[in-house]
């Protein structure tokens, strides 16, 4: 399958407003606009937020669509449909449907990313999935999934990240966030983040809720995650306490706070009069816990355990931590599954991120410390690194620098741990031979080895 075209246009992909997207959207007689949705966004965690959704819902029996980006190995990963696989035949076939669909002047002056969103859409319909859940790209309010209409909306978290679009103002880049929320409907704050620094952050929130009319759920209030269990208070639903338990015992403290999210929303919507065909949560859970079904493809490289496939087979710690606030996250992550040992770590980061400071987060937990690049239009090099960083190891490519230390006579106690950009945690995935359309929820929260076995 060839998206080389279709790549191309993320060279000028940011393009604000949703007059374009709205042109093809009615053009189509908006698709999927009957499917219920939820709108997942923030700056960090709305990936695993939505992978919980997905998940959650999914054991309902029902077909749930999963929009979310970027792919960690194939393109067709953005768009997932409980109960089947979708390949990159099947998205290529929905984006010549697409390219047939609208004249050459509508499908023309649409950016890469709202290709992709209508892509969703038309997959979603076509599948008569029965929910959606739509992670938003950049932002909000102007991100082409706002187009949707959902019945509720999450915000997991708020800091600074595309800093070139959406500013230095962490209230302003909250203010972009909460405008995916609707009057009269649920927004649930996941309260995390940068922004939580803000001395008015909450006069701000409430604020909004007065202009906006939603109804505000915060993590710390109607929902929050105490040492064992959940604990869900939400209005107008039975009061629930929900033990951590199977593989929900092996997440890292800011994954049990996303969970919480998406167990909240969750609770919401099956308590809705007419919802009867969704199952309690509290009947749901046990089997969630147990972690066999599949797994969102969008909870892979979260603090994830992997072992490498082949004839050498080594264990790894891989996260997406591509902004300093992610990078803080798996920080106190990698501290809580080693707090008295040393992992080595290869760190590759996109050039145009805060790399400076996710390597001083990093270099306060991982040594040693290798970098390392990746073939992408986007990858950094030793010249654009801070000088304090110079002194690290450098490499053209994740093959280079592990065959320099094999060379150099250096083998860093297991496990190994690669993070930093999707791009380059995707790549990672790929020469381990670790497909992320394989992957059970067990495998990727739980891991298949444990942390326990390599504690000093």
Excluded at 20 to 37: C, D, F, G, Q, V
Excluded at 78 to 94: H, K, N, P, Y
Excluded at 229 to 236: A, H, K, S
């Amino acid at each position: 399958m060839d998206f080389e075209k279709l790549f191309a246009k993320r060279a000028n992909h940011i393009k604000p407003g949703l007059e374009r997207i709205r042109r093809s959207y009615e053009h189509l007689t908006k698709p999927a606009s009957l499917i219920p949705a939820v709108l997942v966004g923030g700056t960090n965690g709305k990936g695993s937020t939505s992978g919980f959704i997905w998940a959650l819902m999914a054991l309902s029996g029902q077909k749930i669509g999963l929009y979310s980006s970027p792919h960690l190995v194939e393109f067709s990963e953005r768009f997932q449909i409980s109960g089947m696989t979708i390949d990159d035949g099947t998205v290529d076939r929905a984006h010549e449907d697409l390219k047939a669909a609208l004249s050459p002047e509508l499908f023309e002056e649409l950016s890469f990313f709202e290709i992709a969103t209508l892509l969703a859409f038309c997959i979603f319909e076509e599948q008569k999935a029965a929910f959606q859940v739509l992670e938003v790209g950049l932002g909000g309010r102007w991100d082409a999934t706002n187009i949707s209409d959902p019945l509720a909306s999450v915000v997991v978290s708020v800091s600074l990240d595309h800093k070139e679009f959406l500013g230095e103002e962490l209230l302003g880049i909250l203010a972009e966030k909460l405008a995916i929320s609707r009057p009269g409907r649920p927004l649930f704050w996941g309260a995390q983040g940068e922004v939580m620094d803000e001395p008015k952050v909450s006069a701000f929130l409430e604020a909004h809720v007065q202009a906006s009319g939603c109804l505000l759920y915060t993590r710390g209030r109607e929902f929050r995650v105490e040492e064992k269990e959940i604990v869900l208070n939400i209005p107008g639903c039975k009061a629930l306490r929900l033990p951590l338990m199977g593989i929900t015992k092996d997440l890292p403290q800011y994954l049990k706070n996303n969970l919480s999210l998406s167990t909240a929303f969750y609770h919401w919507y099956a308590s809705q009069p007419g919802n009867a065909a969704w199952a309690s949560l509290d009947a749901i859970w046990p089997e969630f816990c147990k972690g066999e079904q599949k797994a969102a493809i969008t909870l892979a490289g979260r603090a994830q355990r992997v072992t490498s496939r082949g004839e050498n087979p080594r264990k790894f710690l891989i996260d997406v931590c591509h902004n300093p606030d992610g990078a803080r996250a798996f920080a106190a992550a990698v501290k809580e599954l080693y707090p008295e040992k040393s992992l080595a770590g290869y760190v590759s980061v996109l050039k145009d991120k805060d790399h400076d400071t996710i390597l001083d987060i990093l270099r306060s937990v991982l040594h040693p410390v290798i970098l390392f690049g990746i073939e992408n239009e986007r990858s950094w090099n030793l010249a654009s690194l801070a000088t304090r960083h110079r002194d690290l190891p450098f490499f053209a490519s994740l093959e280079e620098a592990w065959q320099a230390l094999v060379q150099g006579g250096e083998t860093p106690t297991e496990p190994w741990v690669i993070c930093g950009s999707v791009a380059a945690v995707g790549y990672a995935l790929k020469q381990m031979k670790v497909s992320p359309k394989e992957l059970t929820l067990a495998s990727i929260i739980s891991g298949d080895w444990s942390p326990h076995t390599d504690k000093p």
